[in-house]
Nanobody, 125 residues
């Protein structure tokens, strides 16, 4: 089992930036994909971005492509989500998640077994 702790959320004005962090512990060697999801008020949890264990592969939701960047530092067992040009629509609780399922890119919540506790991001207009 992998334990995840996500952090870095806060309140920012539209156009601003935040960097989220996801620190992993436990059986981190079993992780194939690490992803960020978010849940906005009144909406379902949705995929944001993911990165492979080596960092060689990344994938983004259309809504954040070109504004968000996912990266990792395996020496620190930490995955980051750099969020630039933030919009009020980005307001949500952000969760990191880990999947041990190999193969194709995994963007569904059901494919992730380990989750962080969530960190609130609020973007004011």
């Amino acid at each position: 089992q992998v334990q995840l702790v996500d952090s870095g959320g806060g309140l920012v004005q539209a156009g601003g930036s935040l960097r989220l962090s996801c620190a992993a512990s436990g059986r981190t060697s079993s992780t194939v994909w690490t992803a960020w999801f978010r849940r906005a008020p009144g909406k379902e949890r949705e995929f944001v971005a993911l990165i492979s264990q080596t960092g060689a592969a990344t994938f983004y939701a259309d809504s954040v492509e070109g504004r968000f960047t996912i990266s990792r530092d395996n020496a620190k067992n930490t995955v980051y989500l750099q969020m630039d040009s933030l919009k009020p629509d980005d307001t949500a609780v952000y969760y990191c998640a880990a999947s041990a399922k190999p193969g194709i890119v995994r963007t569904r919540t059901t494919e992730y077994a380990s989750w962080g506790q969530g960190t609130q991001v609020t973007v004011s207009a």
